[in-house]
Structure formats: C-alpha cells, structure tokens
C-alpha cells in the first residue's frame, strides 16, 4: 500500500508547477496523501482533462443539428431585364422569380446521422 501512495506522491509532484520568483509558495500538503485528494489535484492542474471536457459537451451538441433537415433556401431572380432600364414593364417577358427550396435526404439518413454522433458523445464521454 505504501508504493501505491508513492507513486501518488511522485505524480503530484510532477503535475505541481514549480514556483517562480515572487510567486507564493505551493499549499502544504497533506501527510499522508489521501488518494481522493491526489486525483482532485491532478483532475485540477492537467488542462488535457478539461480539454476532454470540451470536446465531449460540443460532441453533445452535435447530436440533434445531425438528426435535423438542411435550412430551406430562398431565392430572387430579376429575368429579361435590360441593363440600361430598371423598369420591369419596358421589355415584354421581363419579370421577378421567386423560389423556395428544402432538401430531403435519402430516408433513414438522418437517423443513422443522429445515431452516429450520440455514439460520438457516447465515445467522448467515457474518454472523460
């Protein structure tokens, strides 16, 4: 048991940031180091644990934008419409178009899309 807590002292001292001219001095530590308090020190000084973090809570948020349909596009066209004139009467079949238009996905694909960014999530979350 006593290897276990020097191991753990070794790592906390390698995670401990060493202190700076005019820097205070580190907390003092607990004799003998408590494992709980090992692993809160090194959840707290090792940024690749809150980097994890982030990447899990946005592969959260990449769950329902996957499972939902592309925005709908709107469009205008002026058609035969002489350069020169801003008139829409002045030249026979000239006009203004109008269009709306929504893509539809193969079905199924945006279930399997859905399904495989919650796997995603899911993968984040246990590398946390």
Known sequence: MSWIRNAAALTLAALLPAPMAGQESPPLLPSPLPLAWCLARAEQANPSVAADEAAAQAAFHRIRPAGS????????????????????????????????????PFPGLLASREAAARAGARAARAQV
């Not at 596009?73 to 203004?96: C, H, K």
Request: net charge negative.
């Open 69 to 104: 349909l592309e925005d709908p596009r709107f469009r205008s066209e002026l058609v035969n419409l002489p350069t020169g004139a801003g008139d829409l009467q002045s030249t026979p079949m000239s006009g203004i178009l109008f269009g709306l238009s929504q893509k539809l």
